[in-house]
């Protein structure tokens, strides 16, 4: 079973556009993370949730929604896609208590905005 | 803020040869150091760890210690094979709260030649 798993592995779609991006982990982790990485390999923390509750919001536009219905899971809503928002978004979860601090992190979404 | 600096890539070896990845860091407080690995195509993975000064982190044949006196975390491997072609990625915790977020270094990529 995969421990973190996210959906789609790609997404293709044009300027404007709303899309969502879903993410869940099976290892009853607290914790829930979103990152972004840019074509350079750059990787940068946009959100995390804790038990669903917001904890870390890094100065991302509010076109971005993070959504945790319950601990499991943590979505990803973008409204009005640009073409800035081309990169590939990594979900990721722990349990920083209790496995020091290690990230377990999904395969990733492509986002590609023509 | 905290941050990490890695070299950069991309770093083309022999099989065979020696690696090192330079990993140096500005933190306030007593972060943990990491490094993380991500092959083509998924996400990252934890390589080896280490949590306090004069720590040595090791798996697969990389190792890597924390030195506080130079604010680094370099990242060694003796003879490195075709399979660790790869992204690398230094990163650090956030020593002073307990969100379990990780500020990661722009990666680096390897590549091992036959």
């Known amino acids: 079973d995969t421990a973190v798993s996210q959906t789609p592995k790609y997404l293709v779609t044009q300027m404007g556009n709303d899309k969502s991006i879903k993410c869940e982990q099976n290892?009853?982790?607290?914790?829930m993370y979103w990152y972004k990485q840019d074509s350079k390999k750059f990787l940068k923390i946009m959100f995390s949730?804790?038990?669903?509750?917001?904890?870390i919001n890094e100065t991302v536009p509010n076109r971005f929604s993070p959504k945790s219905p319950d601990k499991a899971h943590l979505n990803l809503h973008i409204n009005s896609l640009e073409l800035g928002d081309s990169a590939v978004y990594f979900c990721?979860?722990?349990?920083?208590?209790?496995?020091?601090?290690?990230?377990?992190f999904g395969s990733g979404t492509q986002l590609s905005v023509l | 803020g905290d941050s990490v600096t890695q070299m950069e890539g991309p770093v083309t070896l022999s099989e065979e040869a020696f690696l090192t990845i330079n990993c140096t860091y500005t933190?306030?407080?007593?972060?943990?150091l990491f490094w993380y690995v991500q092959y083509p195509g998924e996400g990252l993975q934890l390589l080896l760890k280490?949590?306090?000064?004069?720590d040595k982190g090791s798996n697969k044949g990389f190792e890597a210690t924390y030195r506080k006196e130079t604010t680094s975390f370099h990242l060694e491997k003796g003879s490195v094979q075709v399979s660790d072609s790869a992204v690398y990625f230094c990163?650090?915790?956030?020593?002073?709260?307990?969100?379990?977020?990780?500020?990661f270094g722009q990666g680096t990529t390897l590549q091992v030649k036959p």
């Open positions: 933190a306030t407080g007593y972060p943990s």
């Open positions: 290892l009853g982790h607290d914790t």
């Open positions: 990163a650090l915790s956030d020593g002073s709260s307990n969100t379990g977020k990780l500020i």
């Open positions: 280490a949590t306090k000064a004069d």
């Open positions: 990721a979860s722990s349990q920083p208590q209790t496995t020091n601090e290690k990230l377990f």
């Open positions: 949730y804790n038990n669903k509750e917001l904890i």
